[in-house]
């Protein structure tokens, strides 16, 4: 079992930068592998990162790259965001997703765990 809990989100002028946090509980985090997806108000959720459970392979999103970096810290039990040059349409909830298979997927029903979510609002 593990328990998410996000934090970080807020309000933000185009063109800056966030850093979303995920928390994370239970035994199975170091072996999970961790994921960042977004839901815009009326569409559906999408892939923003992954990262392997040792971070050594990372992905992103088609959105994400070149502007977000992904990280974990197992010790910590934690798994961070960092965005950078954020534009008004990265406006949306971002969740934290654990996976307990072994492979790294960018499909959401992979996922097992989920966030409650952060909200990030970026304004023009």
């Known amino acids: 079992q593990v328990h998410l809990v996000e934090s970080g989100g807020g309000l933000v002028q185009a063109g800056g930068s966030l850093r979303l946090s995920c928390a994370a509980s239970?035994?199975?985090?170091?072996?999970?592998?961790m994921g960042w997806f977004r839901q815009a108000p009326g569409k559906e959720r999408e892939f923003v990162a992954a990262?392997?459970?040792?971070?050594?392979?990372?992905y992103y999103g088609d959105s994400a790259k070149g502007r977000c970096t992904i990280s974990r810290d197992n010790a910590k039990k934690t798994v961070s965001l960092q965005m950078n040059n954020l534009k008004p349409e990265d406006t949306a909830v971002y969740y934290c997703?654990?996976?307990?298979?072994?492979?790294?997927?960018?499909?959401?029903?992979?996922?097992?765990?989920w966030g409650q979510g952060t909200q990030v609002t970026v304004s023009s």
């Open positions: 239970g035994d199975t985090f170091r072996t999970s592998v």
């Open positions: 990262t392997s459970w040792s971070g050594g392979r990372t």
């Open positions: 997703a654990a996976d307990r298979a072994f492979g790294v997927s960018l499909v959401e029903s992979s996922y097992d765990y």
